[in-house]
């Protein structure tokens, strides 16, 4: 009997046409946008408008872009500018666009060991932090925001490839782990603020700097380039990439809060 159920599956998906069996798209994105919440609560309004499912691999932007440029995945959608605008230049993607922003804070304990607590200058808080050798968790995983944080400390000044010792922690993950490992060292660490708004275990951790301009965090969306890579699904990724930066799509991520407060502010086409 399991053999004549393997054949009848078989021809019921052989009989199918094309396009009833790839009705989805791959999109390789950031932790971020999967930790926080934001797919779950756009990808359904998406799927039930369109037909299209959307199949999410979330990981750090530079492997997202790997995936892009391996051909692996229809639409990628990330944060960081500089390494997104040299995957198009390569030819590897259509064209970026910007879909949305938030901002990075600086995450650490409440007994805060560096004395970093109610400053605007993210800058000034790592330099604090590295005198103190108090205890920091990076990302460490070429994310969108481990390269924010590593133009930080260039910014200020600090080698942290040579500087780093045991109190600089690289976890080698994705933010929520980062966050946890974090909260179990009651260490400071550089989060995007809609995971940070979704996490859960905090322990002693709360937001200690906030509101510096080289903080914004700011995601972009772009097509594979099927003129690189045959199996790319252009039509339904464009359709994707038209949802999210048409009015509705916006409209769909202001309306995305946690406890009362937004975590992602639409600007496609700003």
Same mark, same amino acid.
């Given at each position: ?53 959307? @199949?999410?691999?979330?990981? #750090?932007? +530079?492997? !997202? &872009? ?6 692996? %995945?229809? /639409? ?23 879909v ?6 600086l995450?650490?304990?409440?007994a ?52 780093k010792?045991?109190?600089? @922690?690289?976890?080698?993950? #994705?933010? +929520?782990? !980062? &966050? ?6 009651? %260490?400071? /660490?550089?989060?995007d ?19 510096d301009r ?24 464009q ?32």
């Amino acid at each position: 009997m399991g053999v004549i159920r393997t054949l009848l599956l078989t021809l019921v998906c052989v009989s199918l046409p094309v396009g009833a069996q790839q009705r989805y798209i791959t999109v390789a994105s950031t932790t971020s946008t999967e930790q926080s919440g934001l797919f779950k609560h756009l990808l359904p309004i998406f799927e039930k408008k369109t037909g299209i499912q959307v @199949r999410v691999v979330a990981l #750090g932007t +530079g492997q !997202a &872009l790997d995936m892009g440029r391996r051909g692996d %995945a229809d /639409v990628v959608f990330v944060h960081a500018k500089p390494l997104e605008e040299k995957f198009v230049a390569e030819g590897y993607g259509v064209r970026r666009q910007e879909v949305m922003y938030n901002d990075f804070v600086l995450i650490g304990p409440k007994a805060d060991p560096a004395k970093v607590a109610g400053g605007k200058d993210a800058v000034l808080a790592l330099q604090k932090i590295q005198k103190a050798r108090a205890p920091f968790v990076s990302r460490g995983d070429r994310s969108g925001t481990h390269f924010a944080e590593l133009e930080l400390w260039k910014a200020a000044g600090i080698d942290i490839a040579r500087d780093k010792d045991s109190w600089y @922690r690289e976890t080698g993950q #994705g933010m +929520g782990p !980062a &966050l946890n490992t974090a909260s179990a060292m009651n %260490a400071y /660490v550089l989060s995007d603020r809609g995971t940070w708004l979704s996490f859960k275990n905090r322990g002693e951790l709360a937001i200690l700097v906030e509101g510096d301009r080289r903080l914004f965090n700011q995601y972009g969306i772009i097509l594979v380039n099927p003129a690189k890579h045959l199996g790319v699904k252009r039509e339904m990724g464009q359709a994707f990439i038209d949802w999210i930066i048409s009015n509705e799509g916006q409209d769909a991520i202001a309306a995305y809060k946690i406890g009362g407060e937004q975590l992602f502010f639409p600007n496609a086409g700003s």
